[in-house]
Nanobody
Framework: QVQLVESGGGLVQAGGSLRLSCAAS????????MGWFRQAPGKEREFVAA????????YRVDSVKGRFTISRDNAKNTVYLQMNSLKPEDTAAYYC?????????????????WGQGIQVTVSS
């Protein structure tokens, strides 16, 4: 089992920044992918960004690339999502996810474990 705990969410004005963190614990493997997803009320959960053990990344091109940056600290088993120039449409519950192996993925079913989610609200 792997446990994921997100932190860093909250309320911010449009144009502001937030940094989300997700700490993994338990039976983590030596190589795994960490991803961030988000889900707004009434909408499906959508991919935001992912990073593998060696630091390769993938982003949701249409809405976050250039504003969001994913990074990880392998020694701490922690992944980060730096979110800049936030917009009201970024408002959602943000979830981190864990995927065994080294292949980046965008589909929710490709991930094995999920955090409980953390709310990000961007006011206009």
């Amino acid at each position: 089992q792997v446990q994921l705990v997100e932190s860093g969410g909250g309320l911010v004005q449009a144009g502001g920044s937030l940094r989300l963190s997700c700490a993994a614990s338990g039976r983590t493997l030596s190589s795994y992918v960490m991803g961030w997803f988000r889900q707004a009320p009434g909408k499906e959960r959508e991919f935001v960004a992912a990073i593998n053990w060696s630091g390769s990344t993938r982003y949701r091109v249409d809405s976050v690339k250039g504003r969001f940056t994913i990074s990880r600290d392998n020694a701490k088993n922690t992944v980060y999502l730096q979110m800049n120039s936030l917009k009201p449409e970024d408002t959602a519950a943000y979830y981190c996810a864990y995927r065994r192996g080294d292949s980046l993925a965008e589909l929710t079913y490709a991930y094995d474990y999920w955090g409980q989610g953390i709310q990000v609200t961007v006011s206009s």
